[in-house]
C-alpha cells in the first residue's frame, strides 16, 4: 500500500518537474515496472544520445532501492553488457547507500552524474575502465561509436520508419487474396482439355 502512493506522487512529480534530461514513465498499466529515458549530457561521449532504461519496484519499495538498468547498449566502466550498473545508490547498506528519502528521480539524476563522471576505481567492466584510466582518448572513440550506434536519434527514427513500412507491406499483403500454388495448374489443364 505504501508503495503504490508513494509511486504515484513519485510518478507525478516526474511528470510535472522531471530533472533535466530525464524522462520516466508507467510501463502500461504496471506500477512495478517503469521505463526512463536519459540523455546523454553535453561534452560527455554519450551527448545527443537516448539511452532507454527499465525500473523494477521492489514489494519492499521504499525500504529496498529500485532494480534499475539500460535497455540501451552503452560503453562505460561502471555498466555491464547486461545494462547492470554499478553504483552506491542503487544497494542497500552496508555495501551500499540506499535510504528510503531517496526516490526515482534522485538516482536516475545519479546514473546521469555517473554517465558523465564514470567511477573507474569501482567497475563492472575491467577492460573499459582500465582503458578509461589508461587510454582516454581510445575510451572516448569507444564510447561516441556507441552512442551513435545504439543511442542515436536518427537511428531510433529510420527504425521506426522502417518497422512502419514493414507493417504497411504486412497489411497489404494480407489485404490481397493469397492463390494456392496449384490453382495455375489445373486452369491450365482444363483450358487444354478445351481447346482439343
Known amino acids: 500500500m505504501q508503495r503504490a502512493s508513494r509511486l504515484k506522487r513519485e510518478l507525478a512529480l516526474l511528470a ?3 530533472p533535466p534530461g530525464v524522462t ?16 546523454g549530457s553535453a561534452d560527455t561521449p554519450y551527448e545527443k544520445g537516448i539511452f532507454n532504461l527499465e525500473i523494477v519496484v521492489p514489494e519492499r519499495y521504499p525500504f529496498e532501492p529500485p532494480k534499475i538498468r539500460f535497455l540501451t547498449p ?14 552506491d545508490v542503487l544497494k542497500l547498506p552496508p555495501k551500499g547507500a540506499w535510504r528510503p528519502s531517496l526516490n526515482i528521480s534522485t538516482l536516475l539524476t545519479s546514473i546521469q ?6 567511477n573507474p576505481d569501482d567497475p563492472l567492466m575491467a577492460d573499459i575502465s582500465s582503458e578509461y584510466k589508461y587510454n582516454k ?16 536519434q536518427q537511428k531510433r527514427a529510420s ?5 512502419e513500412m514493414n507493417q504497411s507491406e504486412m497489411s497489404t499483403k494480407e489485404s490481397i487474396p493469397q492463390k494456392r500454388k496449384g490453382s495455375n495448374i489445373i486452369k491450365k489443364e482444363k483450358k487444354s482439355r478445351l481447346d482439343s
Open 137 to 152: 582518448q581510445l575510451f572516448l572513440t569507444n564510447a561516441k561509436e556507441w552512442t551513435k550506434k545504439y543511442a542515436s
Open 74 to 87: 552503452i560503453y562505460h566502466p561502471n555498466i555491464d553488457s547486461a545494462g547492470r550498473i554499478c553504483l
Open 113 to 118: 552524474l555517473l554517465m558523465a563522471e564514470p
Open 24 to 39: 520516466c514513465w508507467q510501463d502500461e498499466n504496471q506500477l512495478d515496472d517503469l521505463r526512463a529515458q536519459i540523455l
Open 16 to 18: 510535472a518537474e522531471p
Open 159 to 163: 527504425k521506426a520508419s522502417e518497422k
